[in-house]
């Protein structure tokens, strides 16, 4: 069963090198988990209208968690 988290994050300023989640990620401000991916897009819609968002100082990340590769399923 794939699970999804909703994460919200502040955005980093550009320093001019290759931005790396899996060596430096954004600090998190928020993660929520859903079971669905439904209730994880009405989520993230949600922290999409905050200001901080709007404003393009936080952003919304939503990230499937627990997927099987394709090769196993029929298995």
Request: charged letters at 30%.
């Amino acid at each position: 069963m794939t699970r999804f988290l909703v994460v919200l994050t502040d955005v980093r300023p550009f320093d001019g090198a290759a931005r790396d989640e899996r060596t430096s990620p954004e600090r998190r401000r928020q993660v929520v988990g859903a079971s669905s991916q439904a209730a994880a897009d009405r989520i993230a819609g949600a922290f999409m209208a905050l200001g901080m968002v709007r404003a393009r100082r936080q952003r919304v990340k939503v990230i499937a968690v627990g997927r099987r590769p394709s090769a196993l399923r029929s298995a």
